[in-house]
Structures are given as C-alpha cells and as structure tokens.
C-alpha cells in the first residue's frame, strides 16, 4: 500500500459512501424519454422532464423491479410500503425546482457488502438504506464564456442512492466496496456502473479520529467518477484533516469537490447555509405498496450473483481465490470462461483460467477494449478460441505455438484455428518416430556434450532441449522431447 | 435568473400563495401546519364518503355572496376574496368530480348565478348526465332562455 494511503499509527479514517447508479431501463423513473447515453444535448427530454406546467409524473415499474431485484442482490430488506417525496431546491438543471427522492420511507433497508482480496482480511460492510430518486439535469460552465448550457437530457433518469454505514477505514477498503457493488449491479443488469458515462458516481464522507475514540468531524467529496480519483480524494482529505488536527484546529464541516488535475480536495464555491429542503410527500404520486408475493417473485428471478460465483468456481472448477475472483465477478467473463471450459478439450478449467488471465486479458489489454469487444470485432467467440485451445490441449500444438495462432486469429476474424497451423506450419511435433532420428543424430554429433551429462553435468540437458528445440523450430512437444532425450540420454539404445 | 422570472410571470396573489405553500413546509412548521392541515383534510374526505353513502350527488352555489365581492373595486387584501373559494374548495381538497352549470340570471341583480354539482369518486358519468337532465328540465341551456 502507497504510503499516501495511510496515516500515521493510531490514526483511523473513517469513510462512508454514498453511491448513485443509474437504473438502466429504456426510459427514465416518471417519464417515457429515453435514457441512452451520448444523445446529442436535449433531445431526450419530454415535457415532464422539463417540468412544463400541467404535466404529470408517471411511474416506471421496470425501475421499480430493476430496484427490488438490487435490494435482494445486496441483502436488503423490501419496505413494502416507500413514498416519494420532494427534495426542493432552486438550480438551473434542476426545471422541476424540485427532484422527487425517497427520504422517511425509502425503498430499502439494511444490506452488506464482502469484501475481500489479497491484502484485505474479508470484512463486511452494512449497508445502512437505498432509495430510488430522479437525476438532475447537467450544466456545462465550460462551453461558452460567461455562461452556462443546461443538458436536460439526464433529466429525471432513475437513480438509486445507496448509502453505507461508515465501517471502511482506507482507499483501499472504499475501493474494493465499490468495485462489488459494481459487479453486483451488473451481474443483475440493474445498473451498468460505467464510471465514465456517469451511469455510478461516489460521494464519499470522510472523517479521522484517533483509533477507538468518538468519530470526529465529516467532510463529504462530491461526485466521484472514477475508483482512482475516489482512493486520490479519501488519501488527500484525511491527511488534509489530520494536518488541521495537528495543528490543533478544527475540521470544519462542509462538501467539497476532488480537483483531479491538483489531486487536492477544495470546498465548494458557492455554499450557502445548511439547505432546508422542505421534504414532503409528493401530491401527485400514490405510495408504492408492493405486495409480499411481489416481491418475493423478483427475489426468486435472480441471476447467480458474484460472490457466489467465485465460490462456485472455487468448488467446481478448482480455481484459486485470485483466479475465480478474476473471472467470476463480470457476468461476461464469468460466461465466456465456463463456456470454453465446455468446449475445449484436454485442458483442465484452472489452465483454461491461466490462459484466459494471462494470454486473453493481455490482448484485450493491448487492443485497449473489453472482452465482448474482442468477440464481437475481433471474432474472438467463445467457440473460436475453444479450437484453438483444444489444439493445445490435444498436443497438436504448443502453448508458444498457440500464442502467435491467437495473434493472427485476432488480425483475421475469419480464419480457423486449424487453418492457420496448416498455414504457418505450426503442428507440433509429438511423433517419436519423426523426433527420434533427429535426436540421435543430435547426440551422435555432440558426443563431448553426451558424455559431459553421464558423468553428472545435469545442467547439459537444458543445452541439449534448447539444441533440439531450435532443431526443430520449436515445433518440438516439450513433454515428448524431454522423455526422449532423457531415454537416449541415458543410454537406451535402439 | 429563477427570482426575475418569477418575479415577473406570476401576480401578486399567486406569489403569497407560493410564499405561503413554502412557508408552511419549511422546518419548525411542517408539523404544526402542513401536517394539520393533511389531518383535517383526511377528516374532510370521510365526511364526503359519508354524505355519498346517503346521496348519489351534492348541490351548492359556486359563489357564496352572488358576485357581491367579486365585483368591488378589486382590492387584493380584502379577506373576503378568500371567501369566495368557500364552496368549491372543500370537494376539490376530497378530490371530488364537480361540475358548475349556469342557472340563469339573478332577478335583482341580472347577473348570472350558478350552481355546483358534486359527484363520488370515478362517477362523472353520473355527474354530467344529471347536469344534462337538468338543464333540459329548467330549460337554462345557452340560447334557449
């Protein structure tokens, strides 16, 4: 862990997060604009977006379900009874003067989240509520001078806001929680928790206190898009407070926002006194009652989900913590990999893991896409690079063999494993009966070296694979040519 | 840029009662007025259920003076304004169907007089028919006087 990560011993930071994922439905929470990203500005705007006067919000029971099916997913408790109430405040992007939230009954109560990995012990972290509320709109300060643009398009997409109990106490910690979470919205097709697109932001409270004394004061950083800018923001914050603490000041309590170009955390520009925003429970929405058999429907229609998974492959597979958490928290991945395990032959699953972790993610790496793009643009289909495993699997190949097949596979999406052997002339060479001639010829004409390695010189072996192996331009089966040559080696004539 | 152009699209009886609707939502109020008011409103609405078990439809004037304040010299802080909502307000809090029919002219007066008719919950069928029969039977649709 970089030392920017922690404080000084006896120092705790206490963190809680506030994470805003984006329901991925067709259309928004009360209204049928469409919510696709990357809509050229204000065309996905209806007139309840932009709260025309007159116009009214209607539900959208697919958020709903998307939302039920999270609370189950995370462990939480359904209210069978939610209300939707107004949050008011005056802003620009904000047409309705008012975002419909959930704040007395909220959708959900309770939940965890596990986290674990190689240097964090698994830790549970409470979930303590989630609610459903409309996003507001976007305001862009940059694209004409002395003014603001308004973008409604974003207007009144469903949110759910999910807020942690303040139980993680490093970058590290909040990472790993939001990287689950992530994961567990996904694998359920909730939400897409593309950082980037904005589809999951992170507000994160942030506090320090000496270890097992009273929690000190809070400041909380807005808007976080990114997992690296969030542990940059936590690091930064706590140390900044610690500084005001040593210096036997104050924390003030206040919202800032995380200047990603300084790596600095600074307090919001424009803060006006604590906000009085008048919830109250709004006119024109019935509460949402959602019957016990209702909801325990959606809780039987859910998807494996990634925690489970990493155990199954664990048991079934014979995979490492490591390895199945590597392929088992993205539903793609975790499919594509129990796919090829299906379809190739000769290979265990944990080497079909190996090669996925290593040769596969490597060129997804290199190409600078994910894995469905190399399936879709690049032909890489699970049964695709099932032949071209099987080819390895089966001795027709080696691995170093398969590594230069994959790479041409990718440059041509339609050529076949097998053609390109025939192509390259890559078949393994696995037969005795070609191999044999060739070493015996090789020992004949280095004798010295034969007669080093039956007085004890071991090490003379490794010469005399490398020696065969360029004989053979490589082609050799590693496994075949080493029992040979040991066999004449030691002295088993023909 | 929100103040001027509320400022300028809405008169002054419009902007009290925004005021007011925000005043009474505001922390230290909300339980005392707007919570209070959201009770009587409940024990207004079961009052109507009860009147619609005996009754398929109620009948009231619209105004309650006949117009008398309407038609002073228009003085916004006249509390009798208020007044005038005096029938039309309590069925609109129940979320009741009403209806407002001319009747024809005050005799003294010559002005128009109405008369307000309220239905149960989903019966505007019911609501409109009567209102139909009505103005057949007293002969007050337009034209025909």
């Known amino acids: ?494 | 840029m929100i103040s001027l152009s509320r400022g300028e699209g809405f008169g002054a009886e419009v902007q009290r009662r925004i005021l007011m609707g925000t005043h009474v939502l505001s922390s230290g109020y909300y339980e005392d007025i707007y919570l209070q008011a959201q009770k009587v409103r409940r024990l207004i609405c079961e009052a109507y259920k009860k009147l619609f078990g005996l009754f398929d439809i109620l009948i009231s004037p619209v105004s309650p003076d006949n117009h008398a304040t309407a038609l002073k010299k228009n003085d916004e802080h006249d509390p009798l304004q208020y007044f005038q909502d005096f029938y039309t307000v309590p069925p609109s809090l129940a979320g009741l169907p009403c209806l407002s029919m001319p009747m024809g002219k005050d005799e003294e007066t010559g002005l128009p007089f109405a008369l307000q008719l309220i239905g149960n919950h989903f019966q505007e069928d019911q609501l409109v028919n009567t209102a139909n029969s009505l103005e057949q039977h007293f002969k007050t649709k337009k034209g025909e006087q």
């Not at chain 1, 009652?289 to 199954?312: F, M, N, Q, T, W």
Request: aromatic share 6%.
């Open chain 1, 1 to 494: 862990m970089a030392s920017d990560d922690t404080l000084p011993a006896g120092w705790q930071m206490v963190i809680g997060l506030e994470v805003h994922a984006q329901i991925s439905s067709a259309s928004k929470l009360f209204s049928g604009a469409a919510t696709a990203f990357g809509a050229n500005a204000n065309e996905q705007v209806s007139f309840i977006d932009g709260a025309l006067p007159g116009m009214l919000p209607c539900l959208n029971i697919v958020c709903v379900e998307k939302a039920i099916m999270s609370a189950h997913a995370l462990g939480g408790e359904v209210n069978r009874h939610s209300v939707f109430e107004r949050k008011n405040y005056f802003y620009a992007d904000l047409p309705q003067g008012y975002q419909i939230s959930q704040l007395q009954e909220p959708l959900m109560r309770g939940g965890k989240i596990t986290i674990s990995s190689e240097d964090v012990a698994s830790k549970d972290i409470a979930i303590e509520r989630m609610h459903m509320e409309q996003d507001a709109g976007k305001s862009l300060h940059d694209m004409l001078v002395g003014k603001t643009c308004v973008d409604l398009n974003r207007s009144g997409v469903a949110l759910m806001e999910i807020v942690s109990q303040p139980e993680m106490h490093s970058p590290d910690e909040a990472s790993l929680y939001v990287a689950k979470l992530r994961s567990i919205l996904r694998a359920i097709g909730a939400c897409d928790g593309n950082m980037q697109e904005g589809s999951l932001r992170v507000d994160a409270n942030v506090s320090v206190r000496r270890e097992d004394a009273a929690l000190g004061t809070r400041c909380e950083i807005k808007n976080l898009n990114s997992l690296r800018f969030m542990r940059q923001a936590i690091a930064y914050e706590a140390r900044r407070q610690l500084a005001i603490i040593d210096a036997d000041g104050e924390v003030a309590q206040e919202t800032r926002l995380f200047d990603a170009d300084k790596g600095e955390t600074r307090s919001m520009r424009s803060k006006e006194e604590a906000h009085d925003y008048r919830y109250f429970p709004d006119p024109d929405i019935p509460p949402l009652v959602l019957s016990a058999e209702y909801i325990a429907s959606l809780k039987a229609g859910l998807p494996e989900l990634p925690d489970a998974r990493i155990a199954r492959f664990i048991a079934e597979h014979g995979l490492s913590l490591y390895e199945a958490s590597l392929l088992a928290e993205d539903s793609y991945i975790a499919i594509y990999f129990e796919d090829l395990v299906g379809k190739v032959e000769g290979l265990s699953a944990k080497a079909v893991a190996n090669w996925m972790a290593g040769e596969l993610f490597a060129r997804v790496k290199e190409h600078d896409v994910d894995l469905s793009k190399l399936v879709s643009d690049f032909g890489l289909s699970a049964t695709r690079a099932a032949s071209l495993l099987s080819l390895i699997g089966l001795d027709k190949i080696s691995a170093r063999a398969g590594k230069v097949i994959l790479d041409k596979m990718l440059e041509d999406s339609t050529a076949s494993a097998a053609s390109l052997v025939e192509k390259l002339g890559l078949q393994q060479l696995g037969d005795t009966k070609e191999l044999s001639p060739l070493l015996e010829k090789l020992l004949a004409e280095n004798s010295e070296q034969v007669v080093a390695y039956r007085d004890g010189k071991a090490a003379v072996f490794g010469w005399f694979m490398g020696q065969a192996m360029q004989l053979t331009k490589g082609r050799a089966d590693p496994k075949v040519l080493s029992r040979l040559l040991r066999e004449l080696l030691s002295g088993n004539k023909k």
